[in-house]
């Protein structure tokens, strides 16, 4: 079987294989990965599908759904061309050094060439045990499945960097998982997402050569990562890679990280789990494991309950902690670059993009031409502190006020505290913390913000223009927690229509979509303090 793909497997052909085939749970020296093959599963059965990442690597999206395919994305069967394999990487976890860990429960099918000669490596997560398993199962259940499926394409279609999900299929198998880590483990649907990126690799595959002082592997993946992923660094295709061009890819790994970590501010993602493992070289999202999406703006917050003490990973330390993951891949790659200042430097330019860019994303989430910092400092500070004050859904907030009429610099709007309110309720989560204090404070700020807007000489002031650029980077729509847990719970009925919406509505954030309102509305009271959709465990 083809399905019309062809397979071009660089990571295998580059990288030193693991010379041991057997497949037991060990540690793996000097291997890039281990050949491994999906574990055969009882009763395979397609949940969802994603059209746009069937044509992004040429696959006929007639084969979305067909038992051909089922059986082979539930890791049944292997298509012509397909060098299934496990990935060797280490990992940082919570600011500690692990050692290795490894694709555990991913398995790599290979990596489509396409006629326009990008490559695509397709990987199932929870195919079964692989060297790297540890004393898991390699498993994943429906619920954790169903939450990265939605999610990785709600991401792309934010315009958020991400890898993606070609499919959603049920495995037929029961899972053992202790969701609480109470001792009451129960049963679960087992499930598999298969994922799409250009590549896989991570901080983690080269911490772990570097902690092992095996320079010649992590030269050998360095080589392979820049000429596959970073050829345009090269001045010629087999230009000798030095520590000029390393320094230079690090310097891009800091500042597509510094991008995406924006993206995530500017949407309300939280990561819950950013360990060096589940860093992209590439800079995009990988892992969708506890995460969340801030509905009420609280900087603190972090869905993982495994955080709750630490809270490492909240909302608005993300933009550190990706820093820190950088020191630590800058750090493996001293042995190569030989001095630190050149991987230094990659750090400065990660504080500056970062700085740049997320002054001009709160701009744009203003609706404003660009930032000045002279007044724009005080006016996004008060902002975030006027969002605490009152809890506020913080998606809906920046939908309502772009619909606030501001007028023009010739004809201000008079602002009423009860039109500004009307927008502006919806986003209040209880209406008591609506004091008046609040509203002075609110007041006060919207009238800041009006002579701001007002005073905006690369924009036209008009409010529909303003409105408009403002809807273009505020999304209506995001995978809310409890969403993607009604999803779940439908599913696990045997009811997946509730995916296939979401995943239609998902694919057009920014649009209002009427008759979809429902999805845009604020988390219901029932939602507050339920598993699933306020805290998330790491049991998946
Ligand atoms: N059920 C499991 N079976 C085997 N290994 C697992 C399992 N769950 C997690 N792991 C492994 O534990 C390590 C850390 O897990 P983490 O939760 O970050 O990753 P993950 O959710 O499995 O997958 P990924 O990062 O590939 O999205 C990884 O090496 C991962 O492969
Ligand atoms: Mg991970």
């Known amino acids: 079987m083809t399905f019309d793909l062809t397979f071009d497997n660089r990571f295998t052909r580059d990288l030193p294989a693991d010379t041991e085939p057997r497949n037991f749970t060990r540690q793996v020296h000097q291997a890039g990965f281990s050949r491994v093959k999906p574990t055969p599963v009882s009763a395979p059965k397609w949940v969802a599908g994603s059209k746009e990442v069937a044509e992004l690597i040429g696959l006929d999206p007639k084969w979305l759904g067909s038992a051909e395919l089922t059986e082979v994305l539930a890791g049944n069967a292997l298509a012509d061309g397909m060098d299934p394999f496990a990935m060797c990487y280490g990992g940082h976890q919570f600011g500690n050094w692990a050692g290795q860990l490894g694709d555990g429960r991913a398995i790599n099918l290979g990596e489509v060439v396409t006629a326009d000669e990008k490559h695509w490596t397709l990987q199932l997560k929870g195919a079964g045990l692989t060297p790297y398993s540890r004393t898991a199962d390699g498993l994943a259940v429906l619920r954790s499945s169903v939450r990265e499926f939605l999610c990785s394409e709600a991401m792309h279609h934010l315009g958020v960097p991400t890898t993606r999900a070609l499919s959603l299929v049920l495995t037929g198998e029961k899972v053992l998982r202790d969701m609480f880590y109470d001792g009451h483990p129960e049963h679960e649907l087992g499930a598999i997402v298969c994922r799409v990126a250009p590549s896989f690799i991570r901080f983690g595959n080269f911490e772990i050569f570097a902690s092992r002082e095996d320079t010649e592997t992590l030269q050998t993946l360095v080589e392979h990562t820049i000429r596959s992923e970073f050829s345009h660094l090269l001045s010629e295709p087999d230009a000798e890679i030095g520590p000029d061009v390393i320094a230079a890819m690090f310097e891009e790994v800091c500042r597509t990280t510094a991008e995406m970590v924006v993206h995530w501010m500017r949407v309300g993602f939280v990561h819950g789990v950013m360990n060096t493992d589940n860093m992209s070289i590439l800079g995009l999202t990988i892992d969708y494991g506890p995460y969340g999406w801030l509905e009420d703006y609280d900087p603190d917050w972090t869905p993982n309950t495994t955080d709750a003490q630490g809270r490492r990973y909240r909302y608005a330390h993300q933009p550190q902690i990706a820093q820190w993951n950088l020191v630590a891949l800058a750090n493996a790659l001293v042995p190569l670059v030989k001095e630190a200042e050149p991987l230094q430097r990659g750090i400065a ?78 986003a209040h989560y209880v209406a008591d913390e609506v004091t008046e204090e609040y509203q002075q404070a609110l007041m006060d700020w919207m009238r800041s913000y009006q002579s701001r807007v007002l005073a905006d000489d690369g924009f036209p002031a008009e409010d529909s223009q303003r409105r408009q650029r403002m809807n273009a980077v505020n999304p209506k729509y995001v995978l809310r927690n409890y969403l993607a847990q009604l999803a779940i719970d439908a599913c696990d009925k045997g009811d997946d229509s509730l995916v296939s919406e979401l995943l239609e509505v998902l694919r057009r954030p920014y649009d209002d979509q009427p008759g979809k309102e429902r999805f845009a509305e604020k988390r219901p009271e029932w939602a507050r303090h339920r598993p699933g959709c306020s805290m998330l465990s790491c049991s998946s």
């Open 349 to 426: 330019v990660y504080v500056e993009e970062f700085q740049k860019s997320w002054h001009s994303m709160m701009a744009g989430k203003l609706g404003l031409s660009k930032y000045e910092s002279e007044t724009d400092d005080e006016l996004v500070d008060s902002l975030l502190t006027l969002l605490q004050l009152a809890e506020t859904d913080m998606t809906i907030f920046y939908r309502r006020l772009a619909d606030i009429e501001l007028g023009t610099r010739e004809q201000p709007v008079t602002l009423e505290l009860a039109a500004v309110l009307r927008h502006l309720s919806e």
